[in-house]
């Protein structure tokens, strides 16, 4: 019994065989049993005959080259001559190649041999891996052989597993116990190899799909959670590996390197204990998840990258998103706030920008979402009521503290007011001077009941107002035009706003001045506002002269702000807040694009509704029933009835996709031209809907 090696040649009943890793001889070796070994190929046994067998439907379960029939042999040999590569040949013939391999891995220990024979094993794998039986012999040997050839101090990849694991890999095995018994902590890779490794976790979709970003994730979470690593304990059971032959003649014990290693495949406390962080990656990843699985391609660009979560821009691995905060970061500087050119902004983005006529709703809100992860805030933001920029406009950015802004709540809304109001009153001379800003800003401050971020939204807010006042004379002129108890209402409501502390400031009476001669009222209408005070109220008003003063006015400090707030006469705070709670519903719609439709608030008694889809809030699932009854739709109409529900359109369609992936495991609606339901879906659909 002679093993040939690979590269060697030899003949064998007429057929030259050039690749070597066979067996052979007309015995086997002394000591072995008497029966001929497997894949012992006989040159002497006949392999003549001109009838083949190539599916090798005469082999038995378990074939031996001695006990098959001469036209099986003759299949055989043929086989191994040709490059052993037919994917249709009989998987017998492969399992009688594939004894020999193990026989001289296990039984002869040629670990001088063994990267050779792995890669062939490998490589008979990628060819007959389709079927069950070999593949799950051939992975294990190849799971025994990490365990006889690794390298205690060279970790396995880290990558998810090929298939369902029965038990933890043995090269993993070896190489976490070999760190547990030199009492090593564990890092972020070690404990994420872990995880992968172990049979107990069964990951899902998204850790599959998007490893690469998983593994990122992970290491910046592990890092933040586990600063120092973690330690476990070595158990007292050893680790050993029994092989046993997929020819069934023989077993071998195998300790390779890991002599006195501890088995740390059966222990739980590490995997109960990140389980919880291995979830949260993974979630976390879904949504990217959806659209590289829809969209592949996708992978790399900034639609994919907006979706990422915010964390991945700490790690290493790249990420489109740096590149766009290095330009942004470096406009900034050490302001911790700027502006740009929203051409600007969006080119740094990768966003198409528009030549003409206004930026679609949908590039806006992935300017926003993009913005959003890295930490940025901007106005003005349309997604929380501002006026979307136009193409020759300037947004004004910030450092976003990730604070909640109650864009409805009456403080904002009331503060927006005033903040819109007096910008307007700025602008009227076509000029804004640095003052005027500053005075903006002292409102804002005078507004109780604001948090921090809304108080630095809204001063952001008004710098993006009276840079872009040139844009705003079509407003002016809109606003001039108006309904005279509108005009009225946002005239008391300016003058309210200037009287709430007390006082009034010449920069104050400027505004107002300005203010009436937009609204179209005579300025001596304003001096007997301003002289009669907030209406309904006989306090008398002090009003300083108008007297030039030296040097230029220094702003209130923060910390004057509660001061200041502390003077305010509360009922007169509440009835103002009231009332600008009114004019800020006028004012959306004045500052509303042109073609864009004003979206009333839906009624409360839409909240007591039941849901007409399970996982689907109202909004969403009256406009997916809206679909259902009118078909398909152009996207204006979509658009319309998405605002008529107060929804952003191109938000509103992947919350609607998401929830169909969830449901279904598809996205259910199409958008390539016209927007609607997915045809082979529309009936399983309807069938969700509650009636």
Known sequence: MKWVPKGDAVIIQGVRIDGGMIYVGERNRPGDSDRPQNALINPSLSASGSARDPGGDSMPYWPSYSEIEPRARGTYLEWLASGRDDPEIGVGYVFLYFYGLEYRLFFEQAEAEADEIL?????LLSIYGGNNSFRGYAERLLDAAGFLTTKLDQRPPVEPPRSSLFEMPYDVRAYLGRKVLDGENLDADDA??????????QLRTPAIRCFDELGALWNVRFNKRFPNGIKVKPPKKKLSLDYQAASGRFNASISGKGDNLPDIGALTAPVNKLNGLLAECTSELDAYSRLIGRSPEAKGTIDAAALLPADLMDAPSANPLKEIASVIVARLSEKKSGWMPVKSLLEAIDLEVPKTGKIPAATLNKLGAVLDK????FEPDRRLGSMPPGPDDIVVLFEGKGGVIDADGDPYRAAKTVTEICALAAGADGEIAQEEIEHIKSEILSVPGLSVDERQRLFAYAKALCRN?????????????????IRKTIARSAIDAVLADGRVEPAEVKYIEQLFRTLGFPTEDAYAALHRGAAGSDEPIAVRP???EPGTSVPPLPGMAAEKAGSIDRQKIERITKETAQVAGLLSEI???EDEEFVQPPSKAADNMSLRFEGLDQQHGELLSYLIANGELSRPSFESEARRLQLLPDGAMETINEWGFDVIGEPVLDAEDNICIVSDLFEEIQTLEKR
């Open 119 to 123: 890669a062939e094993v490998k490589r």
């Open 192 to 201: 994420l190899l872990w995880m992968v490794s172990s049979p107990a976790v």
């Open 374 to 377: 890295l930490g940025l805030g």
């Open 469 to 485: 006042a040139p844009r705003h004379q079509p407003v002016l002129r809109k606003l001039s035009k108006a309904d005279e108890e």
């Open 546 to 548: 108008a007297t030039p």
């Open 591 to 593: 500052f509303a694009s």
